[in-house]
């Protein structure tokens, strides 16, 4: 990962990613944490992963994003390397009250990650300006 998360986040991430790849499985107890730390979102970003929501974006010219299709059936623009996601619940949530780590859209991210389980869509240098674009036109 980029970008820091709080040690225990991170700690946590890095222990899912080694159980899955050793079981194909995440244990109950790491369901257990992950759904302590990250509360009511960790349930609905291991659906988001389950159902391969997730998009891993890259260019030629090196730049990654990752595409999210929330349970509303709208995309989502997530930047892993500064925790960011073009979601309206990261701007209120996250940004503006801290009431969480993460939206559920950027632990899918982060989850998909872990599991080996997004999917991979290459795009030329001007595709992807143009979804980084998007997302700055929506904002306006």
Do not use: W
């Not at 979102?41 to 891993?56: G, I, P």
């Amino acid at each position: 990962m980029d970008a820091t998360l709080p040690a225990v986040a991170e700690e946590l991430l890095n222990e899912i990613s080694s159980a899955f790849k050793e079981t194909s499985q995440i244990p109950d107890e790491l369901l257990l944490a992950l759904k302590f730390v990250f509360g009511s979102s960790a349930v609905q970003a291991l659906d988001l992963v389950d159902q391969r929501s997730v998009t891993r974006v890259l260019s030629p010219s090196g730049r990654v994003v990752y595409q999210v299709v929330g349970s509303s059936g709208k995309l989502y623009t997530c930047f892993n390397s500064c925790h960011y996601c073009s979601c309206p619940a990261f701007a209120f949530s996250v940004l503006r009250k801290s009431d969480t780590l993460l939206c559920k859209h950027l632990l899918a991210v982060y989850l998909s990650q872990a599991m080996g389980m997004s999917q991979e869509l290459n795009v030329s240098d001007k595709q992807m300006t143009s979804i980084l674009l998007m997302d700055e036109d929506r904002e306006r």
